[in-house]
C-alpha cells in the first residue's frame, strides 16, 4: 500500500542544519519514493526559506495559530517536499531556529515548536487543501514531540504516529505554567502523562502517546532504557520496549563520494587518495610525517568527549600522528585547540567554525577520523569515515558501537575489521586505541586490507528506509 507520511521536523537539508538530525529529516522522503510511499516534510518557515521552494502553492492556514496568523506553503527544494510553516510572529526572526542572535534560547521556544506540532496534527487529521491526507505522522525530537499528544487530546485515532528521538538530552521542558498557553490539557499533567519532574516535557508527551518509537541506532535504543543514559526517562522506554525499535542513520551516498571530489579515489584507486591528503596537509598547513593524519569534524562539546583529545596528543605526536580539526561549540575547547595549532605548528592544525566544503576534504584526505563520545544516538562522522576509508576510532557507545567493526586480532584474521573502539568514555582507553592506530597504519597491507573493508560497507539508506516503511506498514495493521 503506497502511505502519505506527513514528517515533522525543526530542521532539514537542504534548507536548514544544525545537526544530524537536518540530514536525516532530509535523506528520508527521498529514500521513501523508489518504496512508493509520499513523504512530505512540515518545518519552519525560518527567514529566508520560503523564497527557495519552487512554485509554492498555499495549502493550509490558521488566523490564530499561537498568536498570530498562520499559513502552509508546499513546494519542492532538490527533491524533497517541504511543507514551511509560515507564522511571522514565531519564526520570521534573526538569530537561529533555536536560539536568539546572543546564543539565548528563544523565550517562547515551547509555544514556537508547540505551534509546529499543532499545526502538524491539524493537517494529520483533516489532511491539506491539494486534497492530500496523510496516513503517518513521524515525528522528530522534542520539538515535534507534541504533535502525537495533540493528536490524542483531539481524539483522532485514525493517524497513525511514530516519535523519534534523535537526542534524547533535550527534552523539551518548559514551566507548569505554561499549560494552557501550549493547549494541553492540566489532566496530562501527571508523571504518567507529559510532566517531567515538576516541569512540561514536550518530548515525554509524545513518548507517551506516539504509536511508536525508535531511535537511531540499536545500541542507543538499549542504552535508553538504563539511567546513565535514558535521563531520567528510562523507565518509560524501557516499558515501552515492545513498540521501540532502533534504525540506523544513513548517509547520502551521492554528497559523499569519494569517487566525485576534486581528488577521485575508490576503492580499487587507494594510492590516488594521497592527492587528497596532501591537499589536505596543505589547508592546514601540516607537515608531512610517517604517523596517521587524524581529523575531527565535531560540535565541541563534553556530549562529544573532545575535552580527552588534547592531553592525548602530544604522545600522538610523538609517535608520528598529525591532526586537523574543524569544530566550534564551547568556547574552552575552541580555545584549548588553538592553542595546541600555535603550540604545534606543522602538526596540528585548526579551523573554528562550521564548514561543509572542508569537512569534505577532510574526510577524503584524512587517515583516521577520531570520535571519543561519551554518548552517540548514531553519528554520521564515522559514517562518512567508513564511506572514504578514514578510518573511524570511536567510543564503543550508540550508533559508533553498531557501525565500527574494531580491529582486534579475531577481526583482522577474518579480514572484516574497519576501525578501531574502545570503551569506555576515558583518556585511558583513548590513549590505547591511539597508539594502536599508530601502530596498525604502520603496516600499510592491513591498513589498506581494513580501508578496503571500510569502503565497501553498506552506509547508504537502503536497510534503513526499508525498515521505517516497515514500522508505518506495521503501524497501520
Ligand atoms: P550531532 O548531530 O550530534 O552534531 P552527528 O554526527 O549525528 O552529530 O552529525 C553531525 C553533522 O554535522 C555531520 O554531518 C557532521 O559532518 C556535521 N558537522 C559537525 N560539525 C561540523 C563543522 N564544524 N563543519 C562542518 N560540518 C560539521
Not at 502552509?72 to 517541504?82: I, M, P, R, S
Not at 569544530?327 to 575552541?334: F, Q
Not at 577520523?369 to 557507545?397: D, H, K, M, N, W
Not at 586480532?409 to 577474518?414: E, H, V
Amino acid at each position: 500500500m503506497a502511505l502519505n507520511i506527513l514528517s515533522v521536523t525543526s530542521e532539514c537539508v537542504p534548507l536548514i542544519k544544525t545537526g544530524g538530525l537536518a540530514d536525516v529529516a532530509g535523506a528520508l522522503p527521498k529514500a521513501m519514493v523508489p518504496l512508493g510511499h509520499r513523504m512530505r516534510v512540515l518545518m519552519p518557515a525560518y527567514p529566508g526559506l520560503a523564497a527557495r521552494l519552487r512554485d509554492p502553492v498555499e495549502l493550509w492556514q490558521d488566523e490564530a495559530l499561537f498568536g498570530g496568523p498562520a499559513r502552509v506553503l508546499g513546494g519542492k527544494v532538490d527533491g524533497v517536499e517541504f511543507l514551511l510553516l509560515e507564522a511571522a510572529h514565531l519564526f520570521d526572526r534573526n538569530g537561529g531556529p533555536y536560539l536568539t542572535p546572543e546564543g539565548h534560547d528563544w523565550p517562547d521556544n515551547p509555544e514556537r515548536f508547540a505551534a509546529l506540532s499543532w499545526a502538524a496534527a491539524r493537517i494529520a487529521q483533516n489532511g491539506l487543501s491539494d486534497g492530500w491526507v496523510p496516513d503517518i505522522l513521524h515525528a522528530h525530537d522534542w520539538q515535534a514531540g507534541l504533535a502525537p499528544a495533540y493528536l490524542r487530546f483531539i481524539g483522532d485515532k485514525r493517524v497513525k504516529t511514530l516519535m523519534t528521538i534523535h537526542n534524547i538530552a533535550f527534552q523539551g521542558l518548559a514551566p507548569a505554567d505554561r499549560l494552557a498557553s501550549l493547549r494541553l490539557p492540566f489532566t496530562a499533567f501527571n508523571a504518567d502523562d507529559l510532566e517531567y519532574y515538576g516541569q512540561i516535557s514536550t518530548l515525554k508527551a509524545g513518548l507517551v502517546h506516539a504509536d511508536a518509537i525508535s531511535t537511531v541506532s540499536p545500541t542507543y535504543a538499549a542504552e535508553l532504557m538504563r539511567p546513565e543514559f535514558g535521563m531520567g526517562l528510562e523507565g518509560l522506554i524501557a516499558a515501552r520496549a515492545g513498540d521501540l525499535h532502533g534504525i540506523l542513520n544513513g548517509i547520502d551516498l551521492e554528497v559523499w563520494n569519494p569517487q566525485a571530489g576534486p581528488h577521485p579515489y575508490s576503492a580499487k584507486t587507494l594510492s590516488k587518495k594521497t592527492a587528497a591528503t596532501t591537499a589536505l596537509r596543505d589547508r592546514f598547513g601540516l607537515a608531512e610525517t610517517d604517523g596517521p593524519l587524524a581529523i575531527v569534524v565535531s560540535r565541541l562539546t563534553g556530549q562529544k568527549g573532545l575535552d580527552l583529545l588534547p592531553g592525548l596528543l602530544p604522545e600522538f605526536i610523538a609517535h608520528g600522528g598529525t591532526l586537523a580539526l574543524l569544530g566550534s561549540g564551547d568556547a574552552g575547547l575552541e580555545a584549548a585547540y588553538t592553542g595546541l595549532a600555535k603550540e604545534y605548528p606543522g602538526k596540528i592544525g585548526v579551523h573554528i567554525g562550521y564548514d561543509e566544503d572542508l569537512s569534505q576534504l577532510m574526510f577524503a584526505g584524512g587517515d583516521a577520523v577520531l570520535i571519543p563520545s561519551r554518548f552517540e544516538p548514531c553519528g554520521l562522522t564515522q559514517l562518512y569515515g567508513l564511506r572514504f576509508g578514514t578510518l573511524p576510532v570511536v567510543a564503543a557507545t550508540g550508533g559508533l558501537a553498531d557501525t565500527v567493526i574494531h580491529a582486534n586480532d579475531a577481526a583482522l584474521d577474518a579480514g572484516v575489521a574497519t576501525g578501531l573502539t574502545f570503551h569506555p568514555t576515558d583518556a585511558t582507553a583513548f590513549s590505547h586505541s591511539l597508539r594502536r592506530l599508530c601502530t596498525l597504519f604502520a603496516d600499510r597491507k592491513l591498513w589498506q586490507q581494513m580501508m578496503r573493508n571500510a569502503m565497501r560497507q553498506p552506509v547508504g539508506w537502503e536497510n534503513s528506509s526499508a525498515r521505517y516503511a516497515a514500522i508505518y506498514q506495521d503501524l497501520l495493521g
